[in-house]
Every structure is written in C-alpha cells, then in structure tokens.
C-alpha cells in the first residue's frame, strides 16, 4: 500500500510544480509588456537618449589622439575672440574714433538739451489745451448743440466761396480802381492757398481730434493741421480789406473780431491746435505784406483780366 501510494503523490506534486511553473509563466508572459512600455517610456523621458545628447553616450572613436588633438585646438569662443583682437589691430584710426564718439551721442539722446526738454513740454501743453477747448468736436461734446453755427462761421474763411465770390464780383465790376483791387485780392487768395497746402504737406501734423477732412477741404487743399488755412486767410483778408476800403470803426472792429473768431473756430471744432492757429495768424500777416510788397498795376490787371476772358483788344 506504502509503495503504491508514493507514486502518486509523486505523480500529484509533480503536476502541481508544472502547474505552477506554468502559471509563473503566464504570468510573466502577462507582465512582460507592462514591463516594456515601462522601460520605453523611460527611455524616452531619459535626457540623454534626445539627439542632441547622443554623442555623449558614444565612445570616443580614436581615444589618446583626438583627446591629444582638442587639447591642442583652442575652443571656438578663443578663436572669435583672437579674430575679433586681430582685425581691430587691423583697423583704421577714424573707425576707432567713431566708435569713440558714439557713446557721446547716446548721452546725448538719453539726456537732452534744456531747449528739446522747453520744446516738448510746450507741444504736450499745446495738445492738451487744444483737445480741451475742442467743445464742439462732435455733437455728443459739451457745446454740442452750437456746433452747426461753429462751423458756418467757420465756412465764411473757407478759401473756395472767397476764390469764387471774387471771381464774381471781378466780372460785375465796371471800375478799373474796383478791378485792381479784386485782380489784387485774388492773386492774394490763390498765394495763401498754395503756401499752406505745401506747408501742411511738408508739415503732416494732425489735428487734436482725428477727423476726416470735408469735400471743400479737399478742393481747397486743406488736409492736415499745421498750419492753420482759415486763420491765414482771414488775417489776409481782413487787413486787405482794411487797408484797401473806406469802412466805418464798428466795421472795422467788427472786421478784426471776424477773422479773430474763425480762427478760435477751427480749434473749438477740434480741427487744430493753438499753436496752428497762431502760425496762421502770422502767415496771413506775411501774405498780407508779400502782396503789397508785388502789388500789380491798373494796366498788369487789365492785361491779365484780357488773357482771362479772351478779350485781346486791351493788348493792341
């Protein structure tokens, strides 16, 4: 019985140990790709496996010699530094001096003059004023509900209805005192139109208040701010018309507050600053004092009011 039983004991713990064993097995065989996609996923966060850090985990190729020949070879930033020393010996004595004089000019930029620093507080105070008293920019403003009688005064020194009324008034008129004096006017008006739309093309200063300019702003040729176009025109008209006409005193005040007023116009419109209306004031001036200077005669006008209408019998 003894001898028949220890066989198949034998026989069981035999087949447990190859049921165990296999069942190590399947589980190794279970846990293996877990174990890989572990090992990848540190090989891929390793730092050194990236391709920029690849040479260093290859060994050197030829040891003693290139350890030899970099230790010989001086490091790239030696050598730009050495290029760098060469080529300023090489170098002439007026570059040098330049490069002296450069730091000079940045001092001077980073600290300007008394003059640039009296400039620019002057043009900030300037813009500062002129967007204040801008009251009738738009009709949303403080003095929004005046600003279409702001700017009819503002039309009545427009250049395009004084150009066209003097051309009007020239053909009604039968006096050669009254065609001097408009010939005159005209010639004035057409020179103050073309004066500040080169000044204001040379200048290309905006207004206060950034608007788009009219259609008789574009004819007259009255883009941009500086200098003031109705403020010149109304200084050279009014002081011509002084100068050239018989008025009474409360016409003549009335005349000076007129071009005084649409001056102030154009600033409470937000069209320009202060500064450009002043400028105005003295180009009209100058205007004023150019043409009087050239003032043409009763026979030039006659001539020229010939070519214009294509009348040649004066000519003869």
């Given at each position: 019985?003894?001898?028949?039983l220890i066989?198949?004991?034998?026989?069981?713990?035999?087949?447990?140990?190859?049921?165990?064993?296999?069942?190590?097995?399947?589980?190794?065989?279970?846990?293996?790709?877990?174990?890989?996609?572990?090992?990848?996923?540190?090989?891929?966060?390793?730092?050194?496996?990236?391709?920029?850090?690849?040479?260093?985990?290859?060994?050197?190729?030829?040891?003693?010699?290139?350890?030899?020949?970099?230790?010989?070879?001086?490091?790239?930033?030696?050598?730009?530094?050495?290029?760098?020393?060469?080529?300023?010996?090489?170098?002439?004595?007026?570059?040098?001096?330049?490069?002296?004089?450069?730091?000079?000019?940045?001092?001077?930029?980073?600290?300007?003059?008394?003059?640039?620093?009296?400039?620019?507080?002057?043009?900030?105070?300037?813009?500062?004023?002129?967007?204040?008293?801008?009251?009738c920019a738009?009709?949303?403003?403080?003095?929004?509900?005046?600003?279409?009688?702001?700017?009819?005064?503002?039309?009545?020194?427009?250049?395009?209805?004084?150009?066209?009324?003097?051309?009007?008034?020239?053909?009604?008129?039968?006096?050669?005192?009254?065609?001097?004096?408009?010939?005159?006017?005209?010639?004035?008006?057409?020179?103050?139109?073309?004066?500040?739309?080169?000044?204001?093309?040379?200048?290309?200063?905006?207004?206060?208040?950034?608007?788009?300019?009219?259609?008789?702003?574009?004819?007259?040729?009255?883009?941009?701010?500086?200098?003031?176009?109705?403020?010149?025109?109304?200084?050279?008209?009014?002081?011509?018309?002084?100068?050239?006409?018989?008025?009474?005193?409360?016409?003549?005040?009335?005349?000076?507050?007129?071009?005084?007023?649409?001056?102030?116009?154009?600033?409470?419109?937000?069209?320009?600053?202060?500064?450009?209306?002043?400028?105005?004031?003295?180009?009209?001036?100058?205007?004023?004092?150019?043409?009087?200077?050239?003032?043409?005669?009763?026979?030039?006008?006659?001539?020229?009011?010939?070519?214009?209408?294509?009348?040649?019998?004066?000519?003869?």
């Open positions: 019985m003894w001898m028949r066989p198949f004991t034998d026989s069981l713990c035999e087949e447990q140990d190859s049921k165990t064993h296999l069942g190590w097995k399947v589980r190794r065989e279970i846990k293996m790709p877990a174990n890989q996609t572990r090992s990848r996923v540190r090989e891929r966060n390793n730092v050194l496996n990236r391709p920029e850090f690849m040479s260093l985990n290859q060994p050197l190729k030829s040891g003693s010699g290139e350890a030899r020949g970099t230790a010989r070879r001086p490091p790239q930033r030696q050598q730009s530094q050495n290029q760098q020393g060469a080529n300023a010996q090489h170098e002439s004595p007026e570059n040098n001096k330049e490069r002296k004089e450069l730091p000079e000019e940045d001092c001077m930029q980073l600290n300007p003059s008394f003059k640039g620093i009296a400039m620019n507080s002057l043009l900030a105070i300037d813009i500062c004023m002129s967007k204040r008293l801008g009251v738009h009709t949303t403003s403080s003095w929004g509900s005046v600003r279409s009688m702001v700017k009819l005064l503002a039309l009545t020194g427009h250049g395009i209805p004084w150009i066209f009324g003097t051309i009007v008034c020239l053909t009604r008129s039968n006096t050669l005192a009254g065609q001097e004096v408009l010939v005159n006017l005209l010639l004035a008006l057409l020179l103050d139109v073309m004066t500040v739309a080169g000044m204001q093309k040379l200048v290309k200063r905006k207004g206060p208040w950034e608007m788009p300019p009219s259609f008789l702003d574009y004819l007259a040729m009255d883009i941009y701010s500086f200098p003031a176009a109705h403020a010149s025109r109304a200084v050279m008209v009014s002081k011509f018309l002084l100068a050239h006409l018989v008025l009474a005193v409360p016409l003549r005040i009335l005349l000076v507050l007129w071009a005084v007023l649409v001056g102030m116009s154009r600033v409470l419109l937000g069209r320009h600053h202060l500064t450009d209306v002043g400028c105005g004031f003295a180009l009209g001036f100058l205007h004023y004092t150019l043409v009087e200077m050239v003032w043409l005669s009763s026979n030039t006008c006659q001539t020229l009011i010939s070519i214009g209408t294509f009348n040649w019998s004066p000519l003869y």
